[in-house]
T-cell receptor
Protein backbone atom coordinates (compact mmCIF):
# COMPACT_ATOMS: atom_id res chain seq x y z
CA UNK A 1 0.00 0.00 0.00
CA UNK A 2 1.79 3.06 -1.26
CA UNK A 3 -0.93 5.55 -0.39
CA UNK A 4 -2.59 8.13 -2.58
CA UNK A 5 -0.19 9.94 -4.88
CA UNK A 6 -0.67 13.19 -6.76
CA UNK A 7 1.27 14.77 -9.56
CA UNK A 8 2.56 17.42 -9.83
CA UNK A 9 3.05 18.57 -6.27
CA UNK A 10 3.34 22.19 -7.34
CA UNK A 11 2.15 24.01 -10.43
CA UNK A 12 2.65 27.66 -11.31
CA UNK A 13 0.79 28.91 -14.33
CA UNK A 14 -0.28 32.13 -15.94
CA UNK A 15 -3.87 33.24 -15.96
CA UNK A 16 -5.73 31.84 -18.93
CA UNK A 17 -3.65 28.70 -19.26
CA UNK A 18 -5.01 25.16 -18.86
CA UNK A 19 -3.67 22.83 -16.20
CA UNK A 20 -4.18 19.14 -15.51
CA UNK A 21 -3.55 17.26 -12.29
CA UNK A 22 -3.33 13.53 -11.77
CA UNK A 23 -4.31 11.39 -8.80
CA UNK A 24 -3.45 7.73 -8.26
CA UNK A 25 -5.60 6.26 -5.50
CA UNK A 26 -4.81 3.36 -3.22
CA UNK A 27 -5.06 0.16 -5.22
CA UNK A 28 -8.55 -1.30 -5.38
CA UNK A 29 -10.20 1.70 -3.76
CA UNK A 30 -13.40 2.14 -5.72
CA UNK A 31 -14.15 5.72 -4.65
CA UNK A 32 -12.04 8.71 -5.53
CA UNK A 33 -12.62 12.29 -4.40
CA UNK A 34 -11.31 15.73 -5.30
CA UNK A 35 -11.27 18.59 -2.79
CA UNK A 36 -9.93 22.12 -2.88
CA UNK A 37 -8.33 23.83 0.11
CA UNK A 38 -7.56 27.50 0.41
CA UNK A 39 -5.58 29.19 3.15
CA UNK A 40 -7.35 29.17 6.49
CA UNK A 41 -10.14 26.91 5.32
CA UNK A 42 -10.93 23.24 5.50
CA UNK A 43 -11.02 21.18 2.32
CA UNK A 44 -14.10 21.78 0.16
CA UNK A 45 -15.61 18.97 -1.85
CA UNK A 46 -15.41 19.24 -5.64
CA UNK A 47 -16.43 15.87 -7.06
CA UNK A 48 -16.29 12.14 -6.55
CA UNK A 49 -16.20 8.95 -8.58
CA UNK A 50 -17.36 5.47 -7.83
CA UNK A 51 -15.28 3.35 -10.16
CA UNK A 52 -15.42 5.28 -13.45
CA UNK A 53 -18.76 6.97 -12.81
CA UNK A 54 -18.77 10.58 -11.63
CA UNK A 55 -21.59 10.51 -9.10
CA UNK A 56 -21.55 13.92 -7.49
CA UNK A 57 -20.29 17.37 -8.38
CA UNK A 58 -20.18 20.49 -6.26
CA UNK A 59 -21.46 23.87 -7.37
CA UNK A 60 -17.82 24.93 -6.93
CA UNK A 61 -16.99 22.89 -10.02
CA UNK A 62 -17.63 25.48 -12.71
CA UNK A 63 -17.72 24.60 -16.39
CA UNK A 64 -13.98 25.36 -16.54
CA UNK A 65 -13.33 22.32 -14.37
CA UNK A 66 -13.56 18.76 -15.60
CA UNK A 67 -12.61 15.51 -13.94
CA UNK A 68 -12.28 12.02 -15.34
CA UNK A 69 -11.55 8.55 -14.12
CA UNK A 70 -11.62 6.63 -17.37
CA UNK A 71 -10.70 3.15 -16.22
CA UNK A 72 -11.77 3.40 -12.64
CA UNK A 73 -8.19 3.73 -11.44
CA UNK A 74 -6.32 7.06 -11.70
CA UNK A 75 -8.15 10.34 -12.13
CA UNK A 76 -7.38 13.68 -13.75
CA UNK A 77 -8.67 17.12 -12.87
CA UNK A 78 -8.38 19.75 -15.58
CA UNK A 79 -8.90 23.46 -15.14
CA UNK A 80 -9.32 25.46 -18.32
CA UNK A 81 -8.65 29.18 -18.65
CA UNK A 82 -7.27 29.41 -15.12
CA UNK A 83 -8.08 32.43 -12.99
CA UNK A 84 -6.24 33.81 -9.97
CA UNK A 85 -9.10 32.62 -7.79
CA UNK A 86 -8.24 29.05 -8.75
CA UNK A 87 -5.04 29.26 -6.71
CA UNK A 88 -5.41 26.63 -4.01
CA UNK A 89 -4.31 23.20 -2.85
CA UNK A 90 -6.11 20.47 -4.77
CA UNK A 91 -6.47 17.31 -2.73
CA UNK A 92 -7.34 13.82 -3.85
CA UNK A 93 -8.62 11.08 -1.58
CA UNK A 94 -9.76 7.50 -2.03
CA UNK A 95 -11.86 5.06 -0.08
CA UNK A 96 -13.45 1.65 -0.27
CA UNK A 97 -16.48 -0.09 1.19
CA UNK A 98 -14.23 -2.58 2.97
CA UNK A 99 -12.44 0.30 4.68
CA UNK A 100 -15.67 1.63 6.09
CA UNK A 101 -15.45 4.42 3.56
CA UNK A 102 -12.68 6.15 5.46
CA UNK A 103 -10.98 8.53 3.06
CA UNK A 104 -7.20 8.51 2.66
CA UNK A 105 -5.70 11.70 1.35
CA UNK A 106 -2.83 12.41 -0.98
CA UNK A 107 -0.25 15.17 -0.48
CA UNK A 108 -2.08 17.58 -2.78
CA UNK A 109 -1.15 19.71 -5.76
CA UNK A 110 -0.55 23.35 -4.96
CA UNK A 111 -1.67 25.56 -7.84
CA UNK A 112 -0.54 29.15 -8.14
CA UNK A 113 -2.09 31.24 -10.89
CA UNK A 114 -0.17 34.40 -11.68
CA UNK B 1 -27.08 25.89 5.78
CA UNK B 2 -25.71 22.52 6.72
CA UNK B 3 -22.22 22.87 8.09
CA UNK B 4 -19.48 21.75 10.41
CA UNK B 5 -18.22 24.29 12.95
CA UNK B 6 -14.92 24.36 14.72
CA UNK B 7 -15.05 27.25 17.12
CA UNK B 8 -11.39 27.32 18.14
CA UNK B 9 -9.34 28.59 15.23
CA UNK B 10 -6.04 28.91 17.05
CA UNK B 11 -5.05 27.22 20.29
CA UNK B 12 -1.76 27.59 22.12
CA UNK B 13 -0.90 25.20 24.95
CA UNK B 14 2.10 24.27 26.99
CA UNK B 15 3.34 20.70 26.97
CA UNK B 16 1.40 18.41 29.35
CA UNK B 17 -1.69 20.61 29.22
CA UNK B 18 -5.01 19.01 28.40
CA UNK B 19 -6.63 19.62 25.05
CA UNK B 20 -10.23 19.81 23.95
CA UNK B 21 -11.18 20.97 20.46
CA UNK B 22 -14.82 21.57 19.68
CA UNK B 23 -16.71 20.31 16.64
CA UNK B 24 -20.40 20.80 16.00
CA UNK B 25 -22.39 19.78 12.95
CA UNK B 26 -25.81 20.78 11.79
CA UNK B 27 -27.03 17.68 9.97
CA UNK B 28 -29.94 15.61 11.17
CA UNK B 29 -30.07 11.87 10.88
CA UNK B 30 -27.23 9.41 10.79
CA UNK B 31 -23.74 10.77 10.28
CA UNK B 32 -20.21 9.46 10.28
CA UNK B 33 -17.71 11.67 12.09
CA UNK B 34 -13.97 12.04 11.63
CA UNK B 35 -11.02 13.93 12.98
CA UNK B 36 -8.03 14.43 10.71
CA UNK B 37 -4.66 15.96 11.54
CA UNK B 38 -2.27 17.76 9.25
CA UNK B 39 1.27 18.11 10.56
CA UNK B 40 3.41 20.85 9.02
CA UNK B 41 4.36 19.91 5.48
CA UNK B 42 2.42 16.65 5.56
CA UNK B 43 -0.88 15.43 4.17
CA UNK B 44 -4.13 14.89 6.05
CA UNK B 45 -4.06 11.82 8.27
CA UNK B 46 -6.93 10.14 10.07
CA UNK B 47 -6.86 10.48 13.86
CA UNK B 48 -10.11 8.72 14.67
CA UNK B 49 -13.62 8.09 13.42
CA UNK B 50 -17.09 7.35 14.70
CA UNK B 51 -19.65 5.34 12.76
CA UNK B 52 -21.82 3.79 15.48
CA UNK B 53 -21.67 2.11 18.87
CA UNK B 54 -19.72 3.41 21.84
CA UNK B 55 -19.81 7.22 21.58
CA UNK B 56 -16.35 7.50 23.11
CA UNK B 57 -13.82 6.59 20.45
CA UNK B 58 -10.08 6.28 20.82
CA UNK B 59 -7.66 7.10 18.07
CA UNK B 60 -3.97 7.21 17.46
CA UNK B 61 -1.39 9.06 19.56
CA UNK B 62 -3.57 9.16 22.67
CA UNK B 63 -6.42 11.16 21.14
CA UNK B 64 -10.07 10.42 21.85
CA UNK B 65 -13.39 11.97 20.89
CA UNK B 66 -16.89 11.84 22.27
CA UNK B 67 -20.00 11.85 20.14
CA UNK B 68 -22.91 13.57 21.88
CA UNK B 69 -25.91 13.18 19.60
CA UNK B 70 -28.14 15.57 21.53
CA UNK B 71 -25.57 18.33 21.17
CA UNK B 72 -24.57 17.48 17.59
CA UNK B 73 -21.00 17.50 18.83
CA UNK B 74 -17.85 15.43 18.37
CA UNK B 75 -15.15 17.04 20.49
CA UNK B 76 -11.55 15.92 20.33
CA UNK B 77 -9.56 15.46 23.53
CA UNK B 78 -6.11 14.56 24.72
CA UNK B 79 -5.20 14.56 28.40
CA UNK B 80 -1.59 15.65 27.96
CA UNK B 81 -0.29 17.24 24.75
CA UNK B 82 3.23 17.04 23.45
CA UNK B 83 5.23 19.45 21.31
CA UNK B 84 4.85 16.98 18.44
CA UNK B 85 1.07 17.51 18.48
CA UNK B 86 1.59 20.91 16.91
CA UNK B 87 -0.55 20.67 13.79
CA UNK B 88 -3.86 21.64 12.24
CA UNK B 89 -6.88 19.56 13.19
CA UNK B 90 -9.96 19.13 11.03
CA UNK B 91 -13.35 17.73 11.92
CA UNK B 92 -15.35 16.16 9.07
CA UNK B 93 -18.78 14.63 8.55
CA UNK B 94 -20.34 12.46 5.89
CA UNK B 95 -23.73 10.87 5.51
CA UNK B 96 -23.61 7.65 3.55
CA UNK B 97 -25.20 6.05 1.74
CA UNK B 98 -26.83 9.19 0.44
CA UNK B 99 -23.53 10.94 -0.02
CA UNK B 100 -19.97 9.93 0.72
CA UNK B 101 -18.38 13.36 0.43
CA UNK B 102 -16.88 14.91 3.53
CA UNK B 103 -17.95 18.27 4.86
CA UNK B 104 -15.01 19.73 6.76
CA UNK B 105 -14.79 22.33 9.44
CA UNK B 106 -12.43 25.24 8.98
CA UNK B 107 -9.78 23.64 11.14
CA UNK B 108 -8.04 24.43 14.43
CA UNK B 109 -4.38 25.32 14.41
CA UNK B 110 -2.74 23.97 17.57
CA UNK B 111 0.64 25.14 18.76
CA UNK B 112 2.24 23.33 21.68
CA UNK B 113 5.02 25.17 23.46
CA UNK B 114 7.92 23.08 24.70
Amino acid sequence: DTGVSQDPRHKITKRGQNVTFRCDPISEHNRLYWYRQTLGQGPEFLTYFQNEAQLEKSRLLSDRFSAERPKGSFSTLEIQRTEQGDSAMYLCASSSDSGGDTQYFGPGTRLTVL
Amino acid sequence: AQSVSQHNHHVILSEAASLELGCNYSYGGTVNLFWYVQYPGQHLQLLLKYFSGDPLVKGIKGFEAEFIKSKFSFNLRKPSVQWSDTAEYFCAVNRPPGTYKYIFGTGTRLKVLA
